[in-house]
């Protein structure tokens, strides 16, 4: 299995596995400025059983509208994806739907396969119509070079601002999993936008295949938080073919897939969160003792988007005080008496150090917490009581640069 | 009436007005290593009918758990108000309870009344016991110099890294009514505290004191927001000693007096969001056409405190996309095709510039936009539909100071 880290912004494309009847690829089509790669293309040689999460935002974007509409059409028998960068097509009206529309039934053309089995997503400037002519000549020049190695190529041709490619490949027993996303950058006027897109030559129908994203998405992308804003455009993609031949549908063969699956979403996550905007620190927030995992979740989230506590990480402040004051005010009910606090240095909880016992705080050496604080990697730990409920996020600081960021004006 | 101006950070603290029964004054006692001011002591000369509104966070301070306690014992016969600035007694334990009530037991033995009609509060660090030597000289000194024009100094014994004093009265027909806040200053390694106290001579029984207060803290304080972040000791208290002998309790005189202290407490909180940590801006989000006011006082909220609209604001941007987002995530059923937003310079809704319209950009003039958003105060109107729910909330920007005060490491 093709070993790809993700505890560092490197990440190894040589390493990339191809998937079995997928063919990939990033061209460019002159929508970046820069030249780079704006026009992705992911096809399957035969129709995929496919599912996909949307963003929950009330103002969804054109694209992410046309995707659930297509899944239902078709059946959840999609057999291509097409991803732009540099706009978003979101609050672009009717006209931005009909383009989403036409994106498909190009790629349909080249392809071979009806328009309702094509996803359509875009990611950048929101508010502004898409270049279609650009877009045309991008679809016809991606379907061109499609290739089975072609994933390093299209997880470059869906970043806008961010500083790396993210991508990540898993080996089944006897099928392989491959994702691409991207997420934390911005072209401005718009906000960030995660994307994900993973394609498997395990055979998996739907609606499993759907359950099976939804419940490792809620592991994984739900737990991550650069700002706590959503984008119009979120949208994480599954596409299985079962070219492998291999069923992986239940019994063990599921939990290893479900296993794997799961492990890929949280590692793309945690690489949008290092690389999130301005991000110096990458922090895991664990809390425990809730009365059940949603109250968990809830709290640790808190914490994560609090800009007291991520400013305090930015400036390596071991300032349990605002972690206690956000977690207070989660919404959750629990007794501040039995509150406990660790910190630890990296991505586990060894050598932690308590800072809070029953609400209030221990004789520990604040050179001790500050020496956890000067890390880039720090594990926060807080026992809210005796509860089963559990929940782990990942998130990262709120420094300078993300201000200069998004202070800048729309160029 | 005296005139206190809002629009700028200057208050003029000699128009402030005694209330009549009521002494106030602020001393030096050694908390705050500047000297300045850092006991507060407002005291009534007889029991007066008090309500409170207290922080809705889960860790509660002890001072904030004492004034819930002592207004159920007191029958909400409250008769002082002892204040100490630099140190918040949050995540003290029994300890801090136990040095909140000894607090009020010197006050109750200085001014002749029960402990139990003296509430307690407390603004600064966290986690650490109050200085008790110092605590009781400030008490005994503050009781000594007790004075009806003293409110100016009350209001500069409450700061912390206030950066001017907030306090402002309000003439009514035959009472006055005077408050003071604090509030969006910091002192490591604490949370922004939010505390306002307010007194007035009217006559007005419980319980329609504490509807009275609580109806116009959700007008106000409950409408500005700096961070999102909420402290463990937020507090507003009113006290009506009825010593002008005019009674407010119902019919116009209600009225008269709801409109007087509504007012007053927007101007406090407008105060607090002027003098927000790092804060360059003054904004004004009203949100209409939501299906009632809870949702379009939410849909408000997530607007004014996303991180991405925050920097937007202070980059000078006029980024409406952001807004959109924010909007749409507020967990709030809208229809994007019916969104519709304005941009105005200023305090209200003159002279407005239309950006969105039914959820896609006017052709409006970026210049336009920009000129508008190049001035200190500017108003956000959004309309989501056409249901009759309305609200409007006041918050500042993100700024590089704000990073800069928060990310700052305690010292």
């Known amino acids: 299995m093709a070993e790809i880290k993700t505890t560092t912004k490197t990440v190894d494309?040589?390493?990339?596995?191809?998937?079995?009847?997928?063919?990939?690829?990033?061209?460019?089509?002159?929508?970046?400025?820069?030249?780079?790669?704006?026009?992705?293309?992911?096809?399957?040689?035969?129709?995929?059983?496919?599912?996909?999460?949307?963003?929950?935002?009330?103002?969804?974007?054109?694209?992410?509208?046309?995707?659930?509409?297509?899944?239902?059409?078709?059946?959840?028998?999609?057999?291509?994806?097409?991803?732009?960068?540099?706009?978003?097509?979101?609050?672009?009206?009717?006209?931005?739907?009909?383009?989403?529309?036409?994106?498909?039934?190009?790629?349909?053309?080249?392809?071979?396969?009806?328009?309702?089995?094509?996803?359509?997503?875009?990611?950048?400037?929101?508010?502004?119509?898409?270049?279609?002519?650009?877009?045309?000549?991008?679809?016809?020049?991606?379907?061109?070079?499609?290739?089975?190695?072609?994933?390093?190529?299209?997880?470059?041709?869906?970043?806008?601002?961010?500083?790396?490619?993210?991508?990540?490949?898993?080996?089944?027993?006897?099928?392989?999993?491959?994702?691409?996303?991207?997420?934390?950058?911005?072209?401005?006027?718009?906000?960030?936008?995660m994307l994900a897109f993973i394609t498997t030559d395990a055979a998996l129908p739907q609606p499993i295949l759907q359950q099976a994203l939804r419940d490792a998405n809620n592991q994984s992308f739900n737990r991550i938080c650069v700002d706590g804003d959503t984008s119009t455009n979120d949208t994480v993609l599954l596409m299985a073919n079962g070219a492998s031949g291999v069923d992986v549908s239940e019994g063990e063969a599921y939990d290893e897939f479900m296993a794997l699956l799961t492990d890929m979403c949280i590692e793309l996550g945690q690489m949008i969160v290092r690389d999130g905007e301005g991000a110096t620190k990458f922090i895991t927030i664990e809390v425990n003792g809730a009365s059940d995992d949603a109250s968990a979740h809830q709290i640790a989230n808190t914490i994560a988007v609090s800009p007291l506590v991520k400013t305090a990480f930015y400036g390596g402040d071991a300032n349990w005080g605002r972690i206690a004051m956000a977690a207070g005010r989660a919404g959750v009910e629990f007794d501040q008496t039995q509150m406990n606090l660790w910190f630890a240095a990296g991505k586990s909880f060894e050598d932690s150090l308590q800072v809070l016992a029953n609400g209030m705080p221990t004789d520990y050496q604040e050179d001790d917490a500050a020496a956890i604080f000067a890390e880039e990697d720090i594990y926060v730990k807080l026992n809210v009581g005796n509860g089963s409920g559990q929940a782990t996020v990942w998130t990262c600081d709120f420094s300078h640069e993300y201000v200069t960021i998004n202070g800048d004006y729309r160029t």
């Open 13 to 193: 494309l040589e390493s990339l596995l191809p998937v079995k009847g997928f063919k990939a690829i990033g061209v460019s089509a002159g929508l970046r400025r820069s030249g780079k790669p704006d026009i992705t293309l992911i096809v399957s040689e035969t129709p995929c059983a496919s599912a996909g999460v949307f963003t929950t935002n009330r103002v969804k974007a054109a694209p992410v509208l046309l995707c659930m509409d297509h899944l239902a059409k078709s059946g959840d028998q999609m057999q291509a994806i097409v991803i732009n960068a540099a706009n978003a097509n979101a609050c672009t009206g009717e006209q931005g739907l009909t383009n989403s529309q036409q994106t498909a039934q190009w790629v349909a053309e080249a392809i071979g396969c009806q328009p309702e089995q094509v996803y359509v997503m875009s990611t950048g400037v929101i508010g502004v119509q898409l270049p279609m002519d650009k877009i045309e000549y991008g679809v016809k020049t991606a379907a061109g070079e499609l290739a089975e190695d072609g994933w390093a190529l299209a997880s470059r041709g869906i970043m806008t601002t961010d500083t790396h490619p993210k991508a990540i490949s898993k080996q089944g027993s006897g099928y392989t999993i491959t994702g691409i996303a991207k997420g934390s950058g911005m072209i401005a006027p718009n906000m960030a936008t």
